[in-house]
């Protein structure tokens, strides 16, 4: 079922419009289709994946992959193609067919490893990622209206990259100063454990716009009262309320996960700890903290993410980061601009996801070995 909603969204996607050419960032421009022989290559490859499952599900993962290859190749090329003889200002967007094939090439490539399973598999069913990061690096995408935004941007467009990254892992290892000690003194104390969940339940609650036009008055009161703290950065905009909302953003998931990580250890291990006459230090360090630590981490996982998306709001109250590019395309109409900001955090926080979840699965392996 899967494959075929992700072959009838391809199918969609490969008949409209594929670029949008405009002669200006801000011009309204013409749509383009693809070519018939392209267009009929999209059409076939989205339906292999359904009808590759019903022949053989083993390598059901090859069209799949094939399609979100053919994808990224037709992006650039027809892109490229777009701005033959077109003045240098001029911009070849990604219409809603690219879009929309690209979704369903991306849940074909789910699909496809569901049905398989990875274990059978492994490496092979991401081998797409590969051809997909050779034409990314040779130069395939370089007339992409996004792509063209970022090279005129420059080292700019790094620095907010390299902001939003302080941004987040600042507000992270806060998050865990703050929160780790928190847990472990709630795990086993029930009043305690549900005022502080309670509390960063509430927090949450907060839309994130809200929270930090809250912060602006206290701490702009606070840098008044307090000069030295001016030269901290302590101001009522910029960084210190972003990271202040960042952080209490991230304490929930952080302190969640702790407690039920922390009161999941079996009992049976701890008071055989406890026969062999460790101490209470020595029973959380060497028993409790390794057996819940991989749930831990999941709570640390979601509050990475979490925070990957809330950083770009932050940029609105000065504090930098990939949220410029969007707020900046918002005001000035320039999707491409948007684009800038908002598939880079996108696909950050993929790969905060994947390494965290990768952190995961090594400590189960290895805990589950020692056991």
Known sequence: MVLWLAGATMLIGSLLPWVLLRPNRLAPGEYARLPGVWMAAAVVLALLPALAARWSRRAVWLPAGLALVLGVWLLGDRTHAALIGQAPFARASAASGVWLYMLGAAVAVYGARQAVGTRRTGLLAWWWVVPVAALVLLGQLSSWSVLVEGRSEGTRWLQELAQHLRLVGSALGLALL?????????AGRERVAGAVLGLAGAVQTIPSLALLGLLIAPLSALSRAVPALREWGVAGIGVAPALSAMTLYALLPVLRNGVVALRGVP????DAARGMGMTASQRFWRVQLPLALPVWLAGVRQAAVLLVGVAAVAALIGAGGLGTYIFKGLQSAAADLIL????PAAVLAVAVDALLRGIETLLGRRLGRAA
């Open 340 to 343: 800038l900001g908002a598939v």
């Open 267 to 270: 009992p049976g291990v701890v």
């Open 178 to 186: 703050i929160g780790a000690p928190l847990a472990v003194w709630a």
